[in-house]
């Protein structure tokens, strides 16, 4: 076969090979925003969380204020 002919075999297997490399590529991509968006979920949570046993650390403060003053 000279330089000129077409392979179409060698064609069809550099296109799969193509086709494969950019899916293979964009499903690394969604994975690495996949975790981003669960990362950042996670965060807000532990934030809640942080101001929520904060709030809760204060008003435990408060009741014993309130209890050692009615001692």
Wanted: no cysteine.
């Amino acid at each position: 076969m000279s330089f000129w002919e077409y392979d179409a075999e060698q064609h069809l297997k550099i296109e799969k090979e193509d086709s494969y490399n950019d899916g293979f590529q964009d499903g690394i991509k969604q994975g690495i925003e996949s975790e981003k968006n669960n990362t950042l979920r996670e965060r807000k949570r532990a934030d809640a969380a942080e101001q929520k046993l904060a709030q809760l650390q204060e008003e435990l403060q408060m009741l014993r204020g309130q209890l050692a003053g009615n001692n």
